[in-house]
Nanobody, 127 residues
């Protein structure tokens, strides 16, 4: 069952920017936290960023300083602003609503889970 809808992916050149959006469905439980993870073909799932219900944020090391996660509570929409994109950022990006308390837990749960909350959005960065 699709619980979130991701959008905003695309193809950009290295150094470019994209902003991803995620809107949970009415049946999704985002009371714990929300976040982004990605998966490239042949590679393991990788947590990218997460925000918990207290607004605490955590990033995966390789995106620190380049990506910004934010949530608009009024719109119940999660965003991922991605700047200075690199070819190694190429992947399908997914949004998740894991059951978690802290942002670090949220990131870990998404990384270790087999759940795909949504269908993902493709990000392709060319050199």
């Amino acid at each position: 069952q699709v619980q979130v809808a991701e959008s905003g992916g695309g193809s950009v050149q290295a150094g470019g920017s994209l902003t991803l959006s995620c809107t949970p469905s009415s049946s999704a439980d985002s009371s714990g936290g929300m976040g982004w993870f990605r998966q490239a073909p042949g590679k393991k799932r990788e947590g990218v960023a997460a925000i918990d219900n207290n607004g605490r944020i955590v990033y995966e090391d390789s995106v620190k300083g380049r990506f910004t996660i934010s949530k608009d509570n009024a719109k119940n929409t999660l965003y991922l602003q991605m700047n200075s994109l690199k070819p190694e950022d190429t992947a399908t990006y997914y949004c998740g609503t894991p059951i978690c308390v802290t942002a670090i837990q949220c990131l870990r749960v998404m990384t270790e889970s087999h759940i795909n909350w949504g269908q993902g959005t493709q990000v392709t960065v060319s050199s």
